[in-house]
C-alpha cells in the first residue's frame, strides 16, 4: 500500500465505489493490480473473472468503465478523482453493462 509522506505524490480514484489509490504514471490496471485487485469484469458467458492479460490493449480482457466511457484498464493513465467501474465486454446487442 501506499504511503503517505513517503515522498511519493498519490493520485486518489474509486474502483467500484471503493476509495483507491496508485501513483502518478500509472495506468489503472497497475494502481489496481497493486492493490490486490486483479479481477476487473466478468465475462458475458460463463461470468467468469477477467482481468488485464497482454498489458497493451490488444486483449481487451481488462475493459472497464472509466467515467462513463468504456476503455482498457491497461492503456488508461490515472488521474485524481477518476471514477472506475468494473465492466464486461459486450459480445452483441445488450450485452454490455451500464456504468
Not at 489503472?28 to 485487485?37: K, P
Not at 460463463?46 to 492503456?75: H, I, K, N, T
Amino acid at each position: 500500500m501506499l504511503q503517505p509522506g513517503s515522498g511519493s505524490v498519490i493520485v486518489a480514484f474509486t474502483f467500484d465505489d471503493a476509495p483507491c489509490e496508485g501513483l502518478p504514471g500509472d495506468t489503472v490496471a497497475v494502481a489496481l493490480a497493486v492493490s490486490g485487485r486483479l479481477q476487473l469484469r466478468r465475462s458475458p458467458r460463463g461470468d467468469l473473472p477477467r482481468g488485464a492479460f497482454c498489458m497493451m490493449g490488444s486483449c481487451q480482457e481488462c475493459v472497464v468503465w472509466v467515467d462513463g466511457e468504456r476503455r482498457p484498464a491497461c492503456q488508461v493513465r490515472l488521474e485524481p478523482g477518476m471514477v472506475v467501474r468494473s465492466g464486461t465486454i459486450a459480445r452483441g446487442p445488450g450485452t454490455g453493462e451500464a456504468p
